[in-house]
DNA sequence: ACTTTGCATGGCG
DNA sequence: CCGCCATGCAAAG
């Protein structure tokens, strides 16, 4: 496979110890050996001052691998890169279309990861914003129980997913387990029996890819600069079950995963080298943590610095209870975060019981999260533990313990002062974080109102965004209550806290829940990632800085962004930053400052701006006219801006341009002119474009023809095609999985067997066919953008209504003799299916809608008001996206 | 009599 | 079957 990998680097057995890790180098290292590339084991290669200097340098490959095969280069800038072997392994970045860059040009355009572990449902895509999406929707399932969200790197982390068999994937950030690997290395083990859990276990975990990162940080540090067949996922698999298993000692290691979490003021390039190089983030499922570390072997010192603290023995052999993983929101890591020069790093949360919350005071601890993260305790009385609240209020509770059963049972008395001063009650959940570098710990908490407000309305219509209608949000600047994780606490789904008498809840077990949402009845309750993205709202008092990223504009913050009202800002051309919102009671527009962050729920009353409007009565400022230029498709948007339409590009676009486009430009029969409000759907707004609100309502308009080429008609058609095509995807997926999986390792790892090409083909050549169709019909694309050579093909045609992991669908935009063939065949078979199968099971996701006729909301994409302009970006409200999604928020752009 | 403390019990995963 | 932990409960204050 290759034979750059074998190199000297490569050498997969220590020399001896006195000579140059580097076989390729013959020296003789001196007694003081200077660190490289860090080792399975958790050291670093021992090298010579000259190797050490060359691969400090980053000149490593250059000198040692210079006739080894791997070489690339870069698509932006043309540099050389070695892409062989563990040494490069962060020096570049596989690009979605082919190719790779170098992690200066990565660094430049990119905050997100761009080796992602490409699971099967992104080989196909090569739409950033497509990609986003998917991160952002896929995998909801696997969201639940992770861990907490990095905003700015939770792209990565949807793809905790993957199968174990794709343990191939480099770590997501470099994960510095070189602390937990000098344990593995006095390794002690865990009583078997603890070996044999399933499922939660640690091990199980890491091996079914959710600690994926140590488990690829293990393998590619340990194959110093080659992969040696043995070296290969198997081994990588093995690893992983050691090292989680690993003690603690004394030492200030902490374990498990590291919080993906970019530190704000880390300096750039290191959040998004950390960024290019994720993957499967887990979730951070386990919220043990691992410090993110680039630096192959710089930091692992500082790492154990940093978090000084001490460990309890037994620590290593935790892994915590899905109920106790941290499922902070960026929100909630945001506000405690009280100095932007500390990271948070979530711990664990617990919900608390009625005992907890009582008088008792008492606050029974989860005994791993004690063990794993409050200092070590030997005696009963244990120790008082200075624990600060996200208001920066500090208590001191007395960390101790019980004796119990040979166990011990962990509690923290005095917690009851906190608690009512949070306003806590049996139900609630508290959450452990600890600020780093202090090491101090942090206490905060969601209440089981807004949690179950929250995932009510998450599950019931916007997939955990709290926007209109939705819960309190929570005061950006008070206590977050909202948890937008997509999770279900059990009492929500009865009548409240209330803690039944029963012990544990039985109905409902312990754990949390999220309601699954997949199904044909709840698709319409889902929110669009292009809807979430309307909500996202740059921290208060930042700035975002604008990145541009195959041709779509992003709002980078550096702070979590948080969650508001959509709303409407209109161009800056008077020097007055404005925004529109709408009152929830009185559906009336009112102009806002546009610092101004709204809450979900904002109502006239609460117009503290403009005193005269602030109650419903009060008449409209905006005219009918202008809330339609205010909705028009040209009026600028707040988020994710699709390559522009231009006034000339309408052209281009009639007949088969996104329904968005189509409704908002009032063409065809059944679009509704825009700002008309639409009471189709509760949450469609005026100018609304999804296929509910284009049409007329049930029974009226025209009748349709099989020949019909109205916006609704081809709509329907397409996406009945879609899901004809997706079916075939799907199945010639399976097929390939295996081998994909496989190639994907191999691709990444050895670029120099083609990977680009190669994955694609051998997944699905009609995929790549259809592809390449899309670059084909692209030619009336006028998108400047589209000469970037990593631009998908589909930037600025992308279909609102298509799926997000259809990328192999042609945009209607891009019509064509063909195009409209194809439509029209895939119509009849739709027509055909449906007199055939009138009240068969049907996909929900890409449900066949028929025009005219009467309908539900089936999670089509109701772009919201705010985001029309996104109209050309792929969504589709089959997958929701959930505000969990940092990613998108750190996304987000404004126009 | 009431509260606090420390431990025991047993349901549950 | 075993460990966790929510809660019960008795002793101590």
New binding site residues.
């Given amino acids: 496979m290759s034979s750059a990998l074998t190199t000297a680097s490569s050498s997969s057995s220590p020399l001896s110890s006195k000579s140059c890790y580097n076989s390729d180098c013959k020296e003789l290292r001196p007694d003081r050996s200077r660190k490289g590339w860090r080792l399975r084991t958790g050291d670093f290669a021992e090298l010579c001052d000259r190797c050490a200097s060359a691969y400090e340098e980053g000149r490593f490959c250059e000198t040692f691998h210079l006739n080894a095969s791997g070489w690339r280069c870069c698509e932006s800038c043309g540099k050389r890169v070695h892409c062989g072997c563990i040494v490069s392994a962060h020096a570049f970045t596989l690009l979605d279309p082919g190719g790779i860059e170098c992690m200066t040009c990565a660094g430049k355009n990119v905050i997100l990861p761009l080796n992602p572990a490409w699971p099967p449902s992104l080989l196909f895509h090569s739409a950033l914003p497509d990609r986003l999406k998917e991160l952002s929707v896929k995998n909801w399932t696997q969201l639940a129980g992770s861990g907490p969200v990095p905003w700015r790197q939770a792209p990565s982390m949807f793809n905790s997913s993957l199968p174990s068999g794709e343990l191939h994937h480099r770590a997501p950030y470099e994960v510095d387990i070189s602390a937990a690997l000098n344990k593995l290395n006095t390794s002690e083990r865990l009583?078997v029996?603890l070996e044999k859990r399933k499922n939660e276990d640690f091990s199980q975990r890491f091996l079914n890819g959710s600690l994926k990162p140590c488990g690829q940080d293990l393998c590619e540090n340990g194959t110093a600069g080659g992969i040696k067949s043995e070296d290969k996922p198997s081994s990588c698999s093995n690893m992983p079950k050691q090292s989680s298993f690993v003690k603690e000692d004394s030492s200030t290691m902490q374990y498990g995963l590291n919080i993906p979490y970019a530190p704000p003021n880390e300096p750039s390039a290191r959040g998004r080298i950390s960024g290019t190089h994720l993957r499967p983030t887990p979730l951070s499922s386990l919220p043990k943590q691992i410090h993110t570390n680039l630096q192959n072997g710089a930091d692992s010192n500082e790492t154990q610095l940093r978090n000084g603290r001490p460990r309890g023995e037994s620590r290593g052999k935790n892994y915590l209870?899905p109920r106790?993983w941290p499922r902070f929101t960026d929100q909630e890591l945001q506000q405690i975060s009280v100095d932007s020069n500390s990271v948070i790093t979530p711990l664990f949360e617990?919900?608390l019981?009625?005992?907890?919350a009582?008088?008792?005071?008492?606050l029974?601890?989860?005994?791993?999260?004690?063990e794993a993260y409050f200092p070590s305790i030997s005696q009963?009385?244990g120790l008082p533990l200075k624990v600060q609240d996200a208001k920066g209020k500090e208590w001191i509770f007395q960390f101790?313990f019980?004796?119990?059963?040979?166990?011990?049972?962990?509690v923290l008395?005095?917690v009851t002062p906190c608690i009512q001063s949070m306003q806590l009650q049996?139900g609630d959940t508290v959450t452990f974080s600890r600020l780093e570098p202090e090491g101090k710990l942090v206490m905060g908490f969601r209440k089981a109102s807004a949690t179950a407000d929250q995932e009510n309305e998450t599950n019931k219509t916007k997939n955990g965004a709290p926007v209109q209608g939705d819960a309190e949000l929570a005061d950006p600047t008070s206590w977050t209550k909202v948890d937008k994780s997509g999770y279900i606490a059990k009492e929500v789904l009865g009548a409240k806290p209330s803690?039944?008498?029963?012990?544990?809840n039985?109905t409902l077990?312990?754990?949390s829940k999220r309601l699954r949402i997949d199904n044909e009845d709840m698709i319409e309750l889902k929110i669009t990632w292009e809807e979430a993205q309307g909500l996202l709202r740059p921290p208060p008092n930042q700035v975002p800085n604008i990145l541009v990223i195959e041709g779509f504009e992003f709002e980078e913050y550096e702070e979590a962004p948080v969650l508001g009202k959509p709303s409407i800002i209109p161009p800056d051309n008077t020097g007055e930053r404005i925004q529109w919102t709408q009152c929830e009671d009185c559906l009336k527009w009112r102009k806002l400052p546009a610092s101004a962050l709204l809450p979900s729920k904002w109502t006239c009353s609460d117009n503290s701006w403009e005193p005269e409007r602030s109650f419903c009565s009060a008449p409209q400022e905006l005219s009918t006219e202008q809330l339609e230029e205010l909705l028009s498709p040209v009026a600028p948007v707040k988020k994710m801006k699709a390559a522009k339409l231009e006034p000339d590009n309408v052209e281009a676009l009639e007949g088969l341009d996104t329904l968005a486009n189509l409704a908002i430009l009032g063409e065809g029969e059944a679009s509704q002119t825009p700002g008309q409000a639409t009471t189709k759907h509760p949450r469609h707004r005026p100018g609304c474009s999804c296929i509910v609100c284009i049409q007329p309502p049930s029974g009226k308009g025209p009748k349709h023809k099989q020949t019909c080429t109205c916006n609704v008609c081809l709509t329907v058609k397409r996406r009945f095609r879609t899901l004809m095509l997706r079916r075939e995807k799907k199945q010639f997926e399976k097929e390939a999985e295996t081998t994909r999986q496989r190639n994907q390792f191999l691709d990444e790892m050895f670029p120099d067997r083609s990977m680009d090409d190669e994955s694609l083909t051998c997944s699905n050549t009609s995929t790549s066919k259809l592809i390449e169709e899309g670059k084909m019909n692209d030619g009336s694309d006028e998108d400047p953008n589209r000469n970037k050579p990593s631009t998908s093909p589909f930037k600025g045609q992308i279909d609102l209504n298509m799926q997000p992991e259809r990328e192999d669908e042609l945009s209607p935009g891009s019509d064509s003799g063909s195009m409209m063939k194809m439509l029209q065949d895939t119509g009849d078979r739709f027509l055909e299916q449906q007199r055939s199968n009138s009240g068969g099971t049907r996909s929900s996701s890409s449900d066949p809608l028929e025009p005219g006729g009467e309908r539900e909301h089936k999670g089509e994409s109701s772009s919201n008001v705010i985001d029309r302009s996104s109209n050309n970006l792929d969504v589709d409200k089959d997958h929701p996206a959930t505000l969990s999604l940092n990613p998108s928020a750190s996304m987000s752009a404004t126009g």
């Fill in positions: 009583p029996s209870l106790y617990k919900m019981s009625a005992s907890d009582g008088r008792i005071g008492r029974v601890l989860p005994k791993k999260c004690a009963p009385e101790r019980w004796p119990n059963n040979n166990s011990r049972m962990y008395e005095g049996a803690i039944s008498r029963k012990r544990k039985s077990g312990s754990k």
